[in-house]
């Protein structure tokens, strides 16, 4: 059988990740300048805190339907579904700039986060269906970096953005703009989904991706072993900790420095950033050497929020912008090395499928743990916070250290 791999499969995966970015703005956008909304609006910031957590309470709800979507129609209805469904929700939220439309805020980021669902489990997929053997693991992470550059992107855009001013008009003029920002990006995406973003190559790259016998196309198949449901738990509380992460930074970071909202979201623009090398060099060296490392990922995220812990505690601002990069180099690639190895450990289950499991169970464990941390940080402290997020990455480790390696898609490819 006659296979190609394509240089347009470079363009799909640049569009998705350009998209993708634009989508992940949105969850942190407003949990980075927490206290300011929550004047703004004049609700608590466990309020606020809900912009980010509907990203992760919606996903497990609508998981199977997207699988289903996508099984059923292709990858191109899940493209238009997460790129459009993410500009709706931002033009809704210009019905929220009013100091009385947090109501309508939620809406929007309801919408935002309800296309996520067609957005986290694409990459191993996009992977699979464009990209050769070799280059499988690089185009997954790759895909990855979308998600963590937007979440960057929220950070710096909200804190650069909206002052933090008593002035609730000039709050207000800042959430507009804002806005305005996020729908100036989305629009060009939409145009490039819509008219030119195609579902799959002409041609597969190999012979493997063809083979109905190696790439069953059961949706709700997925291979059950002692080693996957393992990684499971593992990938879900690992994922689970670093959003959590993600939502409190500028609560804990300003529970040490007063009024350095600012450079809070700063040290999350420098953890997004490094996490994108992070998830590049990781990728490469699963491409190279085909090994997991999803244990050096999570003793990684533990030793370095327990040096930050350390920095913050000595009221080190340098030391601790240095440990929230270092925390995002081993803290982001969790996402692709854990995609990989549950593609591998449940393999021939169909890669989005694994992915949206994968990522639903991470959103739960995400919701969980988010509540929880926020409460021993409001009635423990910070530092009781950062040491309960140490110890559960260490937990992690521990069972990802349990898994045993069987890596069925590379054994399988070692066949052909």
Known sequence: MRTQAYRKRWYVLLVFVYYSCINAIQMTEYSSITETVAGYYQVTNFSVNWTSLLHMVLYPFLMAPAAWIMQRFGLRLAYCCGCLGTAIGIFVKFLAISRQGFCWLLLGQGLTAASSVFIMCLPPKIAAVWFTPSKIS???????????????????????????????????????????????????????????????????????????????????????????????????????????????????????????MQAAGWMGFCMMISGLLGSVIFGVYLDRTHQVACVATSLGSASSILLLLLALHQRSLGFSFFLCGLFGVFANPIIPVGYELGIELSYPSDESTVAGLLFAASQVASVLLAISIAQVNNYWGAASALLSMGALFSLGALLESLVPPRFGRLEALQEQ
């Open 138 to 260: 690089t185009a997954c992470s790759l895909g990855t970096m979308g998600p963590n550059l937007g979440n960057a992107l929220g950070y710096v855009l909200a804190v650069t953005i909206v002052p933090n001013n008593p002035d609730p008009e000039e709050v207000g003029r800042g959430l507009k703009t804002l806005n305005i920002v996020s729908a100036a990006l989305i629009t060009p995406a939409c145009l490039a989904v819509v008219f030119y973003l195609p579902s799959k190559p002409p041609q597969t790259p190999t012979e493997q991706q063809s083979s109905p016998q190696l790439l069953p196309t059961q949706t709700r198949r997925v291979k059950y072993s002692k080693g996957f449901l393992l990684h499971l738990l593992a990938y879900s509380l690992n994922l689970g900790v670093f959003s959590t992460g993600m939502i409190l930074l500028s609560e804990l970071v300003v529970s040490y420095f007063k009024g350095a």
